[in-house]
């Protein structure tokens, strides 16, 4: 018998005993921004939540996932009606979400998947497959588009891990939380490496169903590189991937599986490659010209295979705003700009730079490293700084709990784009959503960091901060999601460097990958999910 996990906020992330409130900086720079905060608005208690009522789970389908793994329990149901992005938290703080699975099953043993998938498959029956929650894309959002009833599979039961230390692999349950995972390496003396900021309660299984990228990406890669061998339990039955370092037969079946989201089947387990833990680690902050001027120091040294395990540059704007909102989940400010003062600087772009490995190499890394930003233009801020993000590095969903608890909108996107077209696609983006805003008659705080580098490009993370307007938060969002989703398709970013498709991006899919890449990706379903029951609506268009 396995039980889905309730151990977080149901209307929003994390721990329920973690508190966050606007500091009175935070609340300040708000103010200065013409950004109304209102009353704290309480969430409703789950007893008044007024769930869809459920339609039945047919008993063939409950019988092949095991009765007792089957949930009804309207607290599962809303847990699981939906991941972490603005639109799902404000469906669940409504309290009447639009939508929610009629059961959530949670799979004990990895032999259960194949009946199961066959019995929802004959029984008309979608199958939301469910890891962590953490989606901020709509990629766990239980649809039935046109299926008689709808499960959320919770992955939780699938927690096993098996190493191999001469190969420095390891086989990883789907189910397992990044901490969980990191604990099982750590008691044998290695790392998987793989930190993004959904780590705390993310999974392994969702790490490769959305292609993820971890905080230290530049270090250890990102999770599709770490992959080494997958396997897919789909409807139509098992695939997988032999247990070598590379195959030169015919395209990557490794790479049809990673990154597809649940749309062609379920992922149980995943074979990655693992490193020995780190000897030393120092995390320090710097202090660039502005944004271009980090962002070249971090092409140097990209283009010079020097980059440190973790490279962040943030504009200008989200550095103010790490000093305004500095507490839990920022930097120390006062010190900060003392520091600052010090320095004969009043503002510029936030640099933090991790090193990790043996004591020498991070010692001699660090040498070089000093003398690349040096000649960039950048201030050493010291360690102390850049101990404090490591210390906050997971916290930032907390504070936007603490920005929707009063009533503000709040959320992310990211893209990527060569280094010859970077800097354009950053002002493009930052354009556009100024511009709707201004078009909404909203206040609102824009803002972006660099924190994924490679030699021919970088990745650009933007969180707007706004008002809700008139029409309401959600409607405000929608427009200023597609406002800079028209600008990266027209500065030729992608929709997404980490965050995957989900179903909000399906609509822009066409744009990066055409017609015929559609095509193509609708007929790999249709052979692995004939009847179209795995994640419908995510990813993949429907067909018409």
């Not at 200023?480 to 027209?490: D, F």
Request: proline share 6%.
């Amino acid at each position: 018998m396995a039980d889905p996990r309730r151990d977080t906020r149901w209307w929003g992330w994390g721990d329920p005993s973690e508190t966050t409130v606007l500091s009175a900086g935070a609340e300040n720079l708000l103010a200065e921004a013409g950004i109304e905060v209102a009353a704290v608005r309480p969430v409703p208690s789950m007893e008044t939540i007024r769930l869809p009522e459920a339609n039945p789970v047919p008993d063939a389908v409950a019988g092949a996932a095991g009765s007792r793994n089957v949930s009804v329990l309207d607290e599962d149901r809303l847990r699981h009606s939906g991941g972490q992005s603005y639109a799902d938290l404000t469906e669940r703080r409504s309290g009447v979400p639009g939508l929610a699975p009629d059961a959530v099953v949670t799979i004990d043993s990895a032999s259960r998947l194949l009946p199961l998938l066959e019995s929802c498959a004959k029984n008309g029956v979608a199958v939301i497959p469910f890891g962590g929650g953490t989606s901020v894309v709509g990629g766990v959002v239980p649809e039935r588009n046109g299926f008689d009833s709808v499960i959320s599979l919770d992955m939780a039961g699938l927690r096993s891990a098996e190493l191999d230390p001469t190969s420095m692999t390891a086989r990883l349950g789907a189910g397992l939380r990044g901490p969980e995972a990191e604990a099982l390496l750590a008691r044998a003396g290695f790392t998987l490496g793989h930190f993004p900021q959904s780590f705390e309660y993310a999974t392994i299984g969702g790490f490769a169903a959305t292609r993820s990228a971890g905080q230290a990406s530049s270090g250890y890669g990102r999770f599709d590189s770490l992959v080494s061998s997958i396997r897919l339990v789909a409807p139509a039955g098992e695939l997988s991937t032999l247990e070598t370092p590379h195959s030169a037969i015919g395209p990557s079946l490794r790479e049809l599986v990673v990154g597809s989201e649940g749309a062609f089947g379920v992922i149980p387990d995943v074979d990655v490659r693992i490193r020995p833990l780190p000897e030393a680690k120092r995390y320090e902050a710097w202090l660039a010209e502005d944004f271009e001027a980090g962002n070249q120091i971090v092409r140097g040294l990209a283009q010079r295979d020097r980059l440190p395990t973790i490279a962040r540059v943030s504009d200008p704007e989200e550095t103010a705003v790490s000093l305004g909102m500095s507490g839990p989940s920022g930097i120390a400010g006062d010190a900060f700009r003392r520091y600052l003062k010090l320095r004969g600087k009043s503002s510029g772009s936030l640099m933090i730079i991790g090193l990790e490995g043996t004591s020498a190499r991070v010692r001699d890394d660090r040498r070089e490293l000093a003398r690349s930003l040096r000649a960039g233009g950048a201030i050493p801020l010291g360690q102390s700084a850049g101990r404090s993000w490591s210390k906050a590095r997971f916290h930032g969903p907390y504070l936007r709990e603490a920005l929707l608890d009063r009533g503000l909108v709040v959320d992310t996107l990211e893209t990527a784009q060569q280094w010859s077209r970077h800097r354009g696609l950053y002002e493009s983006v930052r354009a556009a959503i100024r511009s709707e805003l201004d078009s909404l008659g909203v206040a609102g705080v824009v803002m972006c960091h660099l924190s994924h580098a490679y030699p021919d490009g970088a990745s650009l993370y933007f969180t707007v901060i706004a008002s809700p307007g008139s029409d309401g938060g959600l409607a405000c969002w929608k427009r200023i999601k597609g406002a800079a989703s028209r600008a990266i398709q027209a500065g030729g970013g992608t929709l997404s460097h980490h965050h995957a498709t989900g179903r909000d991006h399906q609509p822009y899919l066409e744009g990066e990958i055409g017609a015929l890449g559609i095509d193509t990706l609708r007929a790999v379903k249709e052979r692995l999910d004939p009847t179209g029951i795995m994640n419908p609506g995510c990813l993949i268009p429907l067909s018409a």
